[in-house]
């Protein structure tokens, strides 16, 4: 219960990031406690500020088998680029450490990394958008870091952009191909 516990709120504090500017982390010092359904959200219940980095929009927040948290950094290559500002940025997966309190790198470029799943074999799951993105479904084996393509083409023609991805109890993946950015054309009806 205590994992399932901190998973909810790490991946409500995630998510909180989407919506709060980088101008009000200076001024906001913490939260206001949850409020919710107390099955849910237990009394007491706080948030906590685990990640102000990355760059544009942060998703995908998944548990791995390590107990590690993943999330993708969607970078959007018009807005985020290397420190000398000449090269753009193609997506980063970010690892948070719930015993340390670290925050590091994953996997960069991620491909443009949207929507994090693990099977139940502890491989990641990663659906890469659009905007210089892979634009496909891969598998990492955790143990090795090699990625497999899972899904990269439908009739022949490339995906427009992957976003969530969930796996059900049979093991079936099921993926969304919206279209939200980039400048490639679109070849699926989404």
Not at 174 to 179: K, L, V
């Amino acid at each position: 219960m205590k994992n399932l516990y901190l998973l909810k709120r790490t991946a409500a504090a995630l998510g909180v990031f989407v919506v709060v500017s980088s101008a009000a982390y200076a001024a906001d010092p913490g939260f206001p406690a949850p409020t919710g359904d107390r099955s849910l959200v237990p009394s007491g219940a706080k948030l906590d500020r685990i990640f102000d980095g990355g760059c544009m929009l942060t998703e995908g927040v998944a548990a791995g088998h390590d107990g590690m948290i993943y999330f993708s950094d969607i970078t959007f290559t018009a807005f985020c680029k290397d420190p000398s500002g000449k090269f753009r940025q193609a997506g980063n997966i970010w690892k948070y450490d719930p015993k340390s309190g670290q925050t590091s790198i994953f996997r960069s470029p991620s491909g443009m990394s949207n929507g994090i799943k693990f099977d139940r074999d502890g491989n990641m799951i990663a659906a890469l958008g659009a905007d210089f993105g892979g634009r496909m479904l891969i598998k990492t084996d955790m143990s090795t870091g090699k990625s497999y393509i899972l899904a990269g083409l439908y009739d022949g023609k490339p995906f427009n952009a992957l976003n969530d991805v969930t796996i059900d109890d049979k093991g079936r993946m099921y993926f969304t191909d919206p279209r939200y950015l980039g400048h490639e054309p679109i070849f699926q009806d989404g």
